[in-house]
């Protein structure tokens, strides 16, 4: 596709689920960021994927969250024993040069 | 100290004025600059970025970079209802891989 494309757009889940967020860069990108956004606030960095370098994981919170990149493709973030302070939405942004481009985003509540 | 920094606002500007936001960063060797402009409930989406000191000009946007003072700021011309929402500042950093970071945002609201 032409864009970032995120999945799914909502995930409602219980506490203590685990969960799933996908992302589909922008054919050709290097570069493919995390960042979630809680109501009203800032963007807050989770982990940042740059071709086959280590990934800086650097705004991981905790040991429950976890991404994987798949060459310069899809990237899955995975939330272990989700607690209700992970509700937020979920944001990936890919890059190529100097410019970074947004998914819609995934609006996680957790209950 | 956060690596950038913004007043969250919100900045309040009668219609037609000229909204100014302003952004600092603490990272000296930083080469790339960037504002994003986020409606609510939206994905932020890039109006401008500056590499060098100066200004750049594109419509009714202007963004000043002064890597001395290292400041980096924008001015909204003529300012539509359309331009309130989140304004977000962006720095990259130094080398071919530097990471993307960015300030909390400032809320701007036009009132017509």
């Known amino acids: 596709g032409a864009g970032v494309s995120q999945s799914p757009s909502n995930k409602v889940t219980e506490k203590g689920k685990d969960v799933e967020l996908r992302c589909d860069p922008i054919?050709?990108?290097?570069?493919l960021y995390w960042y979630r956004q809680r109501l009203g606030q800032g963007l807050e960095f989770l982990i940042y994927?740059?071709?086959?370098?280590?990934?800086?994981k650097s705004g991981l919170p905790s040991d429950r969250f976890s991404a994987e990149r798949t060459g310069e493709s899809v990237s899955t973030l995975t939330i272990q024993r989700t607690q209700q302070e992970d509700s937020a939405v979920y944001l990936c942004?890919?890059?190529?040069?100097?410019?970074?481009?947004f998914g819609s985003g995934t609006q996680l509540s957790v209950l | 100290q956060k690596e950038v920094e913004q007043n969250s606002g919100p900045l309040s500007v009668p219609e037609g004025a000229i909204a100014s936001l302003n952004c600092t960063y603490s990272?000296?060797?930083?080469?790339?600059f960037f504002w994003y402009r986020q409606y609510s409930g939206k994905s932020p989406e890039l109006i401008m970025f500056?590499?060098?000191?100066g200004d750049k000009e594109d419509g009714r946007f202007t963004a000043q970079l002064n890597k001395a003072s290292q400041y980096v700021s924008l001015l909204i011309r003529d300012s539509q209802p359309s331009d309130s929402a989140t304004y977000l500042c962006?720095?990259?950093?130094?080398?071919?891989?530097?990471?993307?970071?960015f300030g909390a945002g400032t809320q701007v609201v036009v009132t017509p």
């Open positions: 990272d000296r060797g930083s080469q790339s």
């Open positions: 962006a720095v990259r950093g130094p080398d071919s891989w530097g990471k993307f970071q």
């Open positions: 942004a890919s890059s190529a040069n100097e410019k970074l481009f």
């Open positions: 500056i590499y060098s000191n």
């Open positions: 994927f740059q071709g086959n370098s280590a990934p800086d």
């Open positions: 054919s050709g990108h290097t570069a």
